[in-house]
């Protein structure tokens, strides 16, 4: 493949500024398409007792992926299945309870009408989102929901840009307003992101980190500094609870602390209450 010799070095930022400017008003177009179909789809994936499975190929399977992944996280149980691998075993996945979110976006794609066919036989509902609502995909969906777009970014008007985005921010918007109308709460995101940020703030509680028992590193106030250093290694611990030698292990008072910087050597001793 050839550089092109017409394309500047000045040219790049404008192609990037008409690519954001075709994008933007393909959603906005959209926008101004939402209608009454779209309240029906969140009401039937409200409903829906079993999953919302979402289904697509190619770079509408890309899309789908993420949109299984936003209502999953989002209150919604939801799972992607690869169009092509839908008609190779994977539709055993499917059940009657649940709900199909099909992309394609001609709607066209044999595969997804072979997963429609399927579908429609074993009485699950199946919501499509294509760019051609006379497509065959989009005729025989229960709901069909309109992501059509005057061009694509690619100068070629071939690789799905526009159309992509446009059917992504769709996704988001069904699982935002499924969120919405759940009443889905910090607290919930968090139930489904343990490993993250969020997650560790909100469910991570002292009980869960602590030491306790055996693992806790404790000298009477009487014991030798080396005793203590070696107490505070064999428990790999930088301190040790200094308690009354007066009282049994587990009904003491707390005395001081005693702990040593690794930096620098240095030891410090720290006056406590008595603690039952």
Request: with cysteine; glycine share 8%.
């Amino acid at each position: 493949m050839e550089p092109n010799p017409a394309f500047a070095e000045g040219d790049i930022l404008a192609s990037a500024h008409r690519s954001f400017a075709i994008e933007i008003q393909a959603l906005q177009a959209l926008d101004t398409r939402l209608n009454g179909t779209f309240e029906d789809a969140v009401a039937m994936i409200l409903a829906c007792q079993g999953r919302v499975v979402v289904t697509g190929i190619g770079k509408s399977g890309h899309i789908g992926r993420k949109i299984a992944a936003t209502l999953a996280s989002t209150g919604t149980p939801a799972f992607f299945m690869h169009g092509a691998e839908a008609i190779h075993g994977d539709l055993g996945m499917l059940t009657q309870q649940d709900i199909v979110l099909a992309l394609s976006y001609s709607g066209e794609a044999r595969e997804l009408i072979t997963v429609l066919t399927i579908t429609k036989r074993m009485g699950a509902r199946l919501i499509s989102i294509t760019g051609n609502p006379d497509s065959e995909l989009a005729r025989n969906a229960d709901l069909h929901l309109d992501a059509h777009v005057a061009q694509e970014a690619c100068p070629l008007n071939l690789a799905p840009t526009a159309s992509t985005t446009a059917a992504l921010v769709l996704g988001d918007a069904l699982a935002v307003a499924c969120l919405e109308a759940r009443g889905f709460s910090r607290e919930d995101f968090a139930r489904s992101h343990p490993g993250g940020a969020l997650g560790r703030r909100l469910l991570t509680f002292v009980r869960d980190v602590m030491r306790k028992g055996d693992a806790l590193p404790i000298v009477h106030a009487h014991t030798p500094i080396p005793e203590a250093l070696e107490e505070m290694s064999v428990k790999g611990m930088g301190m040790t609870i200094v308690v009354d030698a007066e009282k049994n292990r587990w009904a003491y008072s707390l005395t001081a602390t005693f702990a040593v910087s690794s930096s620098n050597r240095e030891t410090s001793a720290h006056s406590r209450w008595p603690m039952a």
